[in-house]
């Protein structure tokens, strides 16, 4: 989908999350028909390309894109642009959508565990995991 109107929200929609998770949605199943396996062509295609190269390309761009989330966000603390902020993290989720595509995942599932975590105090979901990852390794 290349035309402006696929990425234009859809204003019929009345909840916002909805539409995100919708656009969202549509953007894993493009990165999903650059797979080389679905003829995704590494000349034509920036993703297909990237996938080509491997995880370890992906995972090397995920690296940058959040070093330059990291160096937006401090930079809006002294007066920088928002929209600076905005770019970088949109970079760094594309590319976390790359990685998550190469692996057969997509956003549906690491929206699912989010909710999965809503109402769970970050701290008490810390020690949860913590202690899961202990008991795995006994």
């Not at 797979?35 to 992906?58: C, E, M, N, T």
């Not at 905005?86 to 057969?104: K, P, R």
Request: aromatic letters at 2%; a negative charge; proline letters at 6%.
């Amino acid at each position: 989908p290349s035309s402006r109107s696929s990425r234009t929200p859809n204003p019929s929609t009345s909840d916002p999350m909805t539409s995100s998770t919708d656009d969202l949605a549509r953007l894993a199943a493009v990165i999903e028909s650059r797979k080389p396996a679905h003829g995704g062509d590494p000349q034509k295609s920036y993703v297909a390309r990237l996938l080509h190269k491997g995880p370890d390309a992906i995972l090397k761009k995920i690296g940058e894109e959040a070093t330059e989330a990291v160096m937006a966000a401090k930079d809006l603390e002294h007066g920088g642009d928002r929209q600076k902020l905005v770019n970088e993290v949109a970079d760094l989720w594309f590319h976390c959508m790359i990685a998550l595509a190469h692996h057969g995942l997509g956003p549906a599932d690491v929206v699912a565990e989010l909710v999965r975590r809503e109402g769970l105090s970050g701290l008490e979901e810390k020690a949860l995991r913590k202690l899961r990852e202990r008991e795995a390794g006994e």
